[in-house]
């Protein structure tokens, strides 16, 4: 480890490995944390946070991160780590197609219209000086 790469080397690895995490946000009304189970994916070294298209609902947690940024992602299987991120929602097309195309293809689906349309997706940065 070094001053400009504070996670061990288990922890870089682990979270370049697509894997369930839980991720913890701040509530937008209520300061509470919550906690969720969620797939998080690694594509050519950006993480990123997608769900299953729904119609017509956001998530409580997609509107807590745009109340708040400030994440935690729980490594929780090759390695059991707690580290803070800054989560970004992405909304432009141009920017979503690939990082959906991506889950899609990970989890074999071909609704891949559908997923751009109706599937939450946010971006993860590992906070500078983060320790686990």
Known sequence: MDAADPLSGAVRAALNHSQIIDLTTKGRRTGQLR????????QEGQLFISGMPRVGRTRDWIYNIAADPHVVVH?????????????RVVTDPDERRPLIEAAAKRWGRTDVTDMLRHSPLIVLNIDAGASA
């Open 35 to 42: 906690r969720i189970e969620i797939f998080l994916h690694s």
């Open 75 to 87: 490594l929780k299987q090759s390695v059991t780590a707690d580290v803070p991120a800054t989560a």
